[in-house]
């Protein structure tokens, strides 16, 4: 049996999205400065470890496609990341990838995007992860999609957006579980038996 890991995706799971007050927009951290992490996940990434659970990052960043950051940029933004989460950040993995990218390099049908799979199969991989005994964890349709292609468990983390319940239902996807936090991800996490199938689902369904 391989190791058992934690995917999380990045923005509005670990760091908080940044308002643009100019144009009245909510997007990623285009800079190292605005990276701020959200409330509990420093603690709640340390739980991991402590699970004995590998945390891997898994998300899409089309920001150089768009040219609206540099390479260095998204390298100093991870560092920050990892830094401010004690180096308890095992591994990253992103999709530079966009259909419509302004730098033409970086415009093509990958199989890393998300909601494909891709990041989670190179990770487990690279890393002997047992996906089916993995948890993945995001704020999207696209991650829970990601996650259950790879044969992950899933968790929906943040307050429910009334376009992401409509686009489940119109895709016919569900997450495993619901969570408002990363902070209450890890109590369903250490609920599970992730070495095994016998999880009570719907007494821990939120």
């Known amino acids: 049996m391989g190791r058992r890991a934690a995917f999380l995706d990045r923005d509005g799971v670990i760091n908080s999205y940044v308002y643009n007050q ?6 990623s951290p285009s800079n190292a400065e605005e990276f701020q992490l959200l409330p509990g996940v420093r603690d709640a990434i340390a739980r991991f470890h402590d699970m004995g659970l590998l945390v891997v990052v ?14 260095e940029i998204l390298d100093a933004t991870t560092e920050k990341m ?14 530079l990838h966009h259909p ?11 199989d890393c995007r998300k909601p494909k799979p891709g990041l989670l199969l190179k990770a487990a991989e690279e890393w002997d992860i047992d996906l089916q005994a993995s948890v993945m964890i995001g704020d999207g349709l696209t991650d829970v999609m990601a996650g259950q292609r790879a044969g992950a468990r899933t968790i ?32 369903i ?6 070495s095994t199938d016998l999880i009570t689902r719907e007494s821990l369904r939120i």
């Not at 100019?22 to 997007?27: I, K, P, S």
């Not at 898994?58 to 390479?71: D, E, H, L, Y």
């Open 22 to 27: 100019e144009f009245g927009t909510v997007d």
């Open 58 to 71: 898994v998300s899409n960043q089309p920001g150089i496609a768009k040219r609206k950051f540099s390479p």
């Open 82 to 95: 990892r830094r401010l989460c004690d180096g308890k950040i095992d591994a990253v993995y992103y999709c």
């Open 100 to 110: 419509h990218a302004a730098d033409k390099r970086y415009e093509c049908d990958c």
């Open 156 to 187: 929906l983390a943040g307050t429910r957006k009334c376009y992401v319940c409509a686009a489940m239902d119109e895709h016919g996807v569900t997450p495993d579980f619901c969570a408002a936090t990363l902070s209450e991800a890890v109590g």
């Open 189 to 194: 996490v250490e609920s599970m038996n992730l």
